[in-house]
């Protein structure tokens, strides 16, 4: 089945250590974005990518980095420079139609903590 | 800010009513979508409604848009405890260089 697989589910980070979260999907979808969710505040863009080794800062990059070398891969690192890193992550996954994109395809999350 | 509005914020109703949640947003969109999220779990795309189009039903959601009241709806009939989720408005629109700006959502509450 198609889909998009977020791992781990569960991840805790000390403090001043960098950890990266994983996101593939076998969609072929060209479009990938990572959100962050904090209790009552909805989803916020971190970073996305509409093109392999291509991505664009969303509206809270700061602390956090991505690549996209392959077209189903789009991780996510939490630097130590995220000074309050503990939420929910999402990825999710769109494909690019002439009027714009598809619906997304989301992933099941990944819960960060900082211990 | 760009992002939809939401309301209610929460919506508690029991089972077997309709639920009606609404969404207000301020700049002309390309489209609007919905979307479900169960606790602790990823959202699930419900409905994409274009700006030209008026209303889409998919079994029991039936989403409406009126462009000159820059709203949309997303009514659920005849709700069941498993409707029990958020609920978010998505919009897509010029500005947003092809990404969707996501509100901050409705929380539903379906007792049994």
């Known amino acids: 089945d198609g889909g998009i697989t977020q791992s781990p589910k569960y991840l805790f980070r000390k403090e001043g250590q960098n950890v990266t979260l994983s996101c593939e999907q076998n969609?072929?979808?060209?479009?990938m974005y990572w959100y962050r969710q904090d209790p009552g505040q909805g989803l916020r863009l971190i970073y996305y990518?509409?093109?392999?080794?291509?991505?664009q800062k969303g509206d809270i990059a700061e602390g956090y980095s991505v690549s996209r070398e392959k077209k189903e891969s789009f991780p996510l690192t939490v630097t130590s420079a995220q000074k309050n890193p503990t939420a929910f992550y999402l990825c999710a996954s769109a494909r690019v139609l002439g009027q714009g994109l598809s619906g997304y395809t989301f992933g099941s999350g990944t819960r960060l903590t900082v211990v | 800010s760009q992002q939809g509005e939401e309301d209610p914020q929460a919506l508690s109703i029991q089972e077997g009513e309709n639920a009606t949640m609404n969404c207000s947003y301020k700049?002309?969109?390309?489209?609007l979508q919905w979307y479900r999220q169960n606790s602790g779990r990823g959202l699930v795309h419900l409905i994409l409604i274009r700006s030209n189009e008026r209303e889409k039903h998919s079994g029991r959601l039936r989403v409406t848009l009126d462009t000159s009241k820059k709203s949309s709806s997303l009514l659920i009939t005849a709700s069941r405890a498993a409707d029990t989720a958020s609920y978010f408005c998505a919009l897509l629109y010029g500005g947003s260089q092809g990404n969707l700006i996501f509100g901050k959502g409705t929380k539903l509450s379906v007792k049994p």
């Open positions: 990518s509409q093109i392999v080794n291509d991505f």
């Open positions: 969609l072929n979808h060209d479009a």
């Open positions: 700049t002309s969109i390309n489209n």
